[in-house]
């Protein structure tokens, strides 16, 4: 079954693809091509459905999945420290380092 999500994710790649070929084809052939216009409006048609199909899978996908949505209860690591860091200002007041430095 992972197979087929993956093909059908890629589909409308394929429809835009597909699209630009046919307007590659349309310009290789010319101009004066009876089946020109025939190729360039089948190509754009694809082009558009293409993107039709990317934006509407686009809509339809959730945000984000449940499997990575944090839980209210988290707290990440930047807001929390272990052991609190003492300021500049209360380091040159702390007793110890004095003594250390001297």
């Known amino acids: 079954m ?18 630009l070929l046919f307007n590659a084809l349309a310009l290789y052939i010319g101009f004066e091509a009876s089946l020109f216009f ?11 459905y293409g993107l039709a ?12 999945s449940s499997k990575t949505r944090l839980s209210p209860n988290f707290i990440s690591a930047g807001d929390s420290t272990m052991i609190p860091s003492t300021p500049k200002r209360d380091r040159a007041a702390d007793p110890e380092q004095s003594e250390s430095d001297q």
Do not use: D
């Open 53 to 64: 199909i990317f934006v509407l899978q686009r809509m339809e996908k959730p945000k984000q």
């Open 2 to 19: 992972r197979v087929f999500n993956i093909v059908f994710e890629r589909l409308s790649m394929v429809w835009f693809l597909l699209g």
């Open 38 to 48: 025939v190729y360039l409006f089948v190509g754009w048609g694809c082009c558009i």
